[in-house]
């Protein structure tokens, strides 16, 4: 069964700070995402990341994954206070000929000015 | 262009009543989801349609039952709803046309049992 997690589940940071959320699933996936969730509101997709070694930036979020580590991580430079969300990393699977996204459990992140 | 709408957003129900909860998209994707949504557990499937008249069961599929009549629709429903249905639930839907399964969600539907 594929398992997603992801570390640290809430993280406060003060405005200007970096840091690195981490994102580890069970078996092997070619594809992984990462979506962002604002309170009482839906989820929006930030990156998709279709290979080994793939790296994709937007502002100050950079997003990269290590297929054979089945790792993903999501760098924040230089936060800023409307970063504050909560983000979700998401994994396919494929069982008997579909697919499905599971998700990990987000990592709520509060910036502090 | 509208991408992923839910209906109803909001809904009060006591225990036992049943209710059907509507995904409509747009954009002619194969995949449609629905998940729930409580604290602490991220997001969780229920129930998932591979395409027109599939349908198959996800990670906490009990007592609840979904429909796929048509391609743009995904029915999620109670038949005898509970407490422990109390929840954010969310639909999303995706395409495989391009090798690309990026889901994009509705603006979920806020549900409490009583």
């Known amino acids: 069964e594929l398992k997603v997690e992801q570390n640290p589940l809430f993280l406060s940071m003060q405005e200007g700070k970096n840091y690195t959320i981490y994102c580890n699933y069970s078996?092997?996936?070619?594809?992984l995402y990462w979506y962002r969730q604002d309170p009482g509101k839906s989820l929006e997709s930030l990156f998709v990341?279709?290979?080994?070694?793939a790296v994709k930036q937007e502002g100050r979020l950079m997003a990269s994954l290590d297929t054979k580590a089945r790792l993903s991580t999501l760098h924040i430079t230089a936060a800023v206070h409307d970063l504050s969300a909560t983000y979700f990393c998401?994994?396919?699977?494929?069982?008997?000929?579909?697919?499905?996204?599971?998700f990990g459990k987000g990592t709520k992140l509060t910036v502090n000015p | 262009n509208a991408g992923v709408t839910q209906t109803p957003k909001f809904r009060v129900l006591k225990t036992g009543q049943s209710m059907t909860l509507l995904c409509a998209q747009d954009?002619?994707?194969?995949?449609m989801y629905w998940y729930r949504q409580d604290p602490g557990m991220g997001l969780r499937l229920i129930h998932y349609?591979?395409?027109?008249?599939?349908?198959a069961k996800g990670e906490v599929p009990d007592g609840y039952n979904v429909s796929r009549l048509k391609k743009q629709n995904f029915l999620l429903g109670l038949e005898s709803a509970a407490p422990s249905q109390t929840s954010v639930y969310f639909c999303?839907?995706?395409?495989?046309?391009?090798?690309?399964?990026?889901?994009?969600f509705g603006q979920g539907t806020r549900l409490t049992v009583v």
């Open positions: 999303a839907s995706s395409s495989r046309v391009l090798g690309n399964t990026e889901a994009f």
């Open positions: 078996t092997t996936s070619d594809r």
């Open positions: 990341l279709l290979s080994n070694g």
């Open positions: 998401a994994v396919d699977r494929k069982q008997g000929g579909s697919e499905k996204l599971v």
């Open positions: 954009m002619n994707h194969e995949y």
């Open positions: 349609s591979v395409g027109e008249g599939t349908t």
